[in-house]
C-alpha cells in the first residue's frame, strides 16, 4: 500500500504548547499536502510542500519535508482550542491521492 | 461563492436498495474525486473524474458501485443492492486542474454519511 500513516495516533496538548505530527510514505511523490478535518466535516487543505523543497511555511504552521527518509512533520505553534482536529496528510502520485490514517489532536483549553 | 457541495448529507438505506450520493464541484473545477471513509480511518480513493469521463477508477469496487460525471448537471456516485459493509461517509473533492500535471490542493465537500439498516 502506497497509504501514509500518521504518528503518533493521537496527540493531546495544553493550548499554547506545540503540536508535531509526523508522517511517512512509500513511494515517489509530486508533492505532499496536509489536511484538517473537524468532526462530522470535510477536510480542509492547510498547506502543500513539493517535493523539491524541504521546508515550508504557513502561519503558525510548518511543514517539512525529507525525501530520502520519505518522510514529512507538521508543526502547530501555540496551539489554540480551535485547533482540535484529525490532521491528514496526503501524497500526491499523479492522478491519485493516498491519504494516511490521521492524527487526533485535542488541545485543553 | 459556494464550495463543493454534497447531497444528501444523510442517507439510510435498507440492505438491496440503490444509494445515489451528488456532488457539485466548485465553479470552474473539472476534476472530481470520490473517496470513502470508515470511522476513525483515513480516506480511501475511490475514483476520479473528468467531465464525461472516468481517469481512474482502480479504488471502486468492481460490482455494484459506478460513477459518473456528466457535461450537465453534478458528478453521482452510485452503489446499487446496498450491503451493511457500505455504511460509510463518503466524501467528494474537486480540483481545478488534474493531479497528475499540478501542484493544486483538491477541494473537499462535507461528505455523504450513508447508514444501511
Known amino acids: 500500500s502506497q497509504q501514509g500513516e500518521e504518528d503518533p495516533q493521537a496527540l493531546s496538548i495544553q493550548e499554547g504548547e506545540n503540536a508535531t505530527m509526523n508522517c511517512s510514505y512509500k513511494?515517489?511523490?509530486?508533492?505532499l499536502q496536509w489536511y484538517r478535518q473537524n468532526s462530522g466535516r470535510g477536510l480542509v487543505h492547510l498547506i502543500l510542500?513539493?517535493?523539491?523543497?524541504r521546508e515550508k511555511h504557513s502561519g503558525r504552521l510548518r511543514v517539512t519535508l525529507d525525501t530520502s527518509k520519505k518522510s514529512s512533520s507538521l508543526l502547530i505553534t501555540a496551539s489554540r482550542a480551535a485547533d482540535t482536529a484529525s490532521y491528514f496528510c496526503?501524497?500526491?502520485?499523479?492522478?491519485?491521492?493516498?491519504f494516511g490514517t490521521g492524527t487526533s489532536l485535542t488541545v485543553i483549553p | 461563492n459556494a464550495g463543493v457541495m454534497q447531497n444528501p448529507r444523510h442517507l439510510v438505506r435498507r440492505r438491496g436498495q440503490e444509494a445515489r450520493l451528488r456532488c457539485s464541484p466548485m465553479?470552474?473545477?473539472?476534476?472530481v474525486y470520490w473517496y470513502r471513509q470508515l470511522p476513525e480511518e483515513g480516506l480511501k480513493f475511490m475514483v476520479y473524474?473528468?467531465?464525461?469521463?472516468?481517469?481512474?477508477e482502480s479504488g471502486m469496487p468492481k460490482e455494484r458501485f459506478s460513477a459518473e460525471f456528466p457535461k450537465e448537471g453534478p458528478s453521482i456516485l452510485r452503489i446499487q443492492q446496498v450491503v451493511r459493509g457500505d455504511s460509510a461517509a463518503y466524501f467528494c473533492?474537486?480540483?481545478?486542474?488534474?493531479?497528475?500535471?499540478?501542484?493544486?490542493?483538491?477541494?473537499f465537500g462535507d461528505g455523504t454519511r450513508l447508514s444501511i439498516l
Open positions: 473533492a474537486s480540483s481545478l486542474k488534474g493531479q497528475g500535471n499540478s501542484n493544486q490542493p483538491q477541494h
Open positions: 513511494t515517489s511523490i509530486n508533492n
Open positions: 510542500i513539493r517535493s523539491n523543497e
Open positions: 496526503a501524497t500526491n502520485t499523479g492522478n491519485q491521492f493516498y
Open positions: 465553479k470552474g473545477h473539472s476534476h
Open positions: 473524474l473528468q467531465k464525461e469521463n472516468i481517469i481512474d
